[in-house]
């Protein structure tokens, strides 16, 4: 009998709700089918069920903002180039200062996004606006309910059972981080500064969201608490003059790491709070009181996220320039785009646009070699919903481990954004929107890294880390 992979699981799962999504917008007759399909991506993004439905709550409700957004700045705004685009860029100020807030934080980044898509694709009409908007929110609730029937019933997995996937990669992480620290120390070098790889949401609102949704995770939140504390705690890292103590303060850390893995994977967690260096943590606050939230919300972090303002208005402004003073094809196509990209990438390390651009260039080559010469040739719409549902499956299985995460992203929106006209009521089939897409693409993000680079300097200058 053949036995599923849990990663081949997850992505049979994205590639039928995205395809799925895709034909179900192209029955009831809705122009923008694609739309309902970026939704499922994003929403799939997240490992966690349970927070990604909450990310797709966000997105939904972001996208009721963007609407209300739309709506005010081309009603008053219309006719006054300099003003509208000077409420956008007051617009994208608020959105990208609070898309660093846990809770809501992605809500902001969609409003920003659909709002100027909207207010934009509506040609400064009322009523064409007013029709965008309708299309925007039903194709986007489209694809959360597909995601969510998708996964709520086929092979669906508990709050849990997830969280607990998630605590055991941390430690494996932290083990060779340790791992990593002896080594050095033996060696007689000095610790390296590694990031810490990103795993998506942290373990603390992970934490938050599975003590609300299991009650398994609710009846052992000491346990868990506790081990979050000591996962989170400022790990050893020995200096020139590391000493005996340091020495031992690794080991021990260590030896506990591996102890709580084995613990992990043999289902008894239970014997974790019998560890000494766990059971004398304080445990960690689970903050639920609403003022204290939206402080955190308002000011943690704020000299970041000045800064990650400053380069979104810097890029935004310049890329908005570009298209006022220079000839950019492809009418308002330009500034849409650069309005979506700068919004995401604004928080993201100068280090990390490389990645992206051979991500881009690899996926690019790929999706318009088949959107040339294999799409033209389909006539049902069942060879349409298996051409995605192949893509996206093995985008989903190749980059199916966390660090992974951002490439199955770009991958599923490349597809999107460079196959779209096909998934037209009446399909289009021509190269040069998707050349220009990707022209626009680079200009983005080589504009994007500039201002990124110049305020990560001015960061540094004056005793900032800004890193997304």
């Known amino acids: 009998m053949l036995t599923l992979s849990p990663a081949s699981k997850e992505a049979l799962k994205v590639a039928i709700a995205f395809s799925l999504s895709i034909i179900i917008a192209i029955a009831f007759g809705w122009q923008k089918p694609y739309w309902a399909a970026i ?49 956008i860029l007051a617009f994208s100020a608020v959105c990208v200062y609070m898309s660093s807030c846990e809770r809501y934080g992605y809500a902001f980044k969609m409003a920003f996004t659909v709002g100027v898509i909207i207010a934009a694709m509506g040609q400064f009409d009322s009523y064409s606006t007013f029709d965008f908007a309708v299309i925007r929110v039903q194709e986007t609730a489209l694809g959360i309910l597909v995601y969510s029937l998708v996964f709520q019933f086929l092979w669906p997995r508990n709050t849990h059972t997830l969280f607990k996937r998630r605590a055991t990669l941390d430690v494996e ?16 070098r000095l610790t390296v500064d590694d990031e810490k790889q990103s795993t998506g949401d942290s373990l603390m609102t992970l934490l938050k969201e599975a003590i609300k949704d299991s009650p398994r995770v609710y009846s052992e939140r000491l346990m868990w608490r506790k081990l979050v504390a000591y996962l989170e705690q400022t790990e050893v890292n020995p200096s020139v003059e590391a000493n005996n103590k340091h020495l031992r303060a690794l080991r021990n850390r260590y030896q506990t790491l591996k102890a709580v893995l084995n613990h992990l994977n043999t289902d008894n967690e239970d014997n974790i709070l019998m560890l000494p260096a766990v059971s004398q943590m304080v445990p960690v606050t689970i903050n639920n009181h609403f003022w204290e939230d939206l402080k955190h919300s308002l000011f943690n972090n704020y000299q970041n996220r000045l800064i990650y303002v400053l380069r979104a208005q810097a890029a935004l402004m310049t890329c908005y320039a570009m298209w006022i003073y220079f000839p950019m094809p492809g009418g308002i196509l330009f500034p849409i785009i650069a309005s979506s990209f700068i919004n995401a990438l604004c928080e993201v390390p100068s280090v990390y646009y490389k990645y992206t651009v051979i991500g881009i260039c690899t996926f690019s080559v790929i999706i318009l070699s088949e959107y040339i010469y294999l799409m033209p040739s389909f006539t049902e719409g069942y060879e349409l919903t298996a051409f995605y549902f192949i893509n996206i499956f093995f985008i989903w299985r190749l980059f199916s481990t966390p660090q992974f995460a951002v490439l199955r992203v770009l991958g599923g929106n490349m597809l999107v954004v460079l196959t779209m006209s096909a998934m037209y009521l009446t399909p289009v089939f021509s190269i040069t929107t998707s050349l220009n897409m990707l022209l626009f693409i680079f200009i983005i993000l080589l504009v994007s890294r500039f201002y990124t680079m110049l305020t990560e300097e001015v960061a540094t200058g004056i005793g900032l880390e800004a890193r997304g």
């Open 39 to 87: 939704a499922v991506i994003v929403v799939a993004a997240n490992d966690n069920y349970e927070t990604a439905i909450k990310h797709g709550q966000n997105r939904l409700l972001g996208t009721f903002a963007g609407v209300g957004f739309a709506f005010a700045v081309v009603h008053f705004f219309a006719q006054d180039r300099e003003l509208f685009i000077l409420s």
């Open 173 to 188: 992480q932290q083990i060779q981080t340790v791992k990593q620290q002896l080594a050095n120390h033996y060696l007689g």
